[in-house]
């Protein structure tokens, strides 16, 4: 479609989130996401949605490329996410696995801003049985 230079619409504001999504869905395939959001989420705020689509920006056009010793950007970017988060009850074992599963429960978030700015988070006092409510 057509580039809307001023969208008032929704309609038209959706037309041009549309033709940046067909720019990048591809991308999403690339760094093995499977749910693309559309263009409709972007344009509603949901979090979820934008902060995926910056991740996979940054996966695709930061670090994607970066070879450092054998390793891919993101194999290093989770091998310092499992350094820094050893020896974290509730994380460790079974440790950081993935950019995926291991973060739901809030706790491997929790042990990284702990590990680095332990006046923001005190670690020990989480309930490790909720660690999302717990960071609310």
Not at 54 to 75: C, T, Y
Request: charged share 25%.
């Amino acid at each position: 479609g057509k580039y809307n230079k001023s969208p008032k619409m929704k309609i038209h504001q959706i037309a041009n989130l549309n033709i940046a999504h067909e720019f990048i869905k591809n991308f999403y395939q690339e760094v093995g996401i499977k749910v693309v959001p559309g263009p409709e989420q972007i344009n509603e705020g949901d979090l979820r949605a934008i902060l995926g689509l910056v991740w996979v920006l940054i996966l695709r056009f930061s670090i994607a490329d970066i070879d450092e010793g054998g390793q891919s950007a993101k194999e290093g970017l989770l091998l310092w996410c499992q350094r820094n988060t050893a020896g974290y009850a509730g994380v460790d074992p079974p440790g950081i696995q993935n950019f995926h599963t291991s973060w739901k429960n809030g706790l491997g978030f929790a042990a990284l801003i702990n590990k680095f700015r332990p006046d923001l988070i005190d670690y020990e006092k989480l309930d490790k049985s909720d660690a999302k409510a717990a960071m609310a």
